[in-house]
């Protein structure tokens, strides 16, 4: 076990179809931007996944990865753009 914040973080590759990849895209685009509430080089967008259409692509992607520590994902999803290249990426923990 190692004592960080972000250990037993991992990347899964070709996790998602082009197909769920492009209908997240466009939930992205039909999503408004969220008034900023505190000064941050992102902008927000909200989405509740009541119809679970994310949440279970997520999950089986947890499943293929063997997390065996993860339970399943949330329906509340916040997506960040950091808008400007090269912009700050304050220090945080997820």
């Known amino acids: 076990e190692v004592p960080h914040p972000g250990a037993g ?3 899964v590759d070709d996790a998602f179809s082009e197909e769920f990849l492009r209908a997240l895209e466009g ?3 039909s999503l408004p ?3 900023m509430d505190k000064a941050s080089p992102t902008t927000r967008r909200y989405y509740c996944d009541v ?3 994310v949440t ?3 999950d089986r992607a947890i499943a293929v990865a ?3 520590d993860a339970q399943r994902s949330v329906a509340l999803m916040r997506f960040l753009a950091y808008e400007e290249p ?3 990426l304050p220090t945080h923990v997820d």
């Open 33 to 35: 931007v969220a008034p």
């Open 27 to 29: 939930l992205y685009k």
């Open 86 to 88: 090269g912009g700050p």
């Open 66 to 68: 063997g997390m065996s």
């Open 56 to 58: 279970s692509e997520l």
């Open 51 to 53: 119809p679970g259409w």
């Open 9 to 11: 973080t991992c990347t």
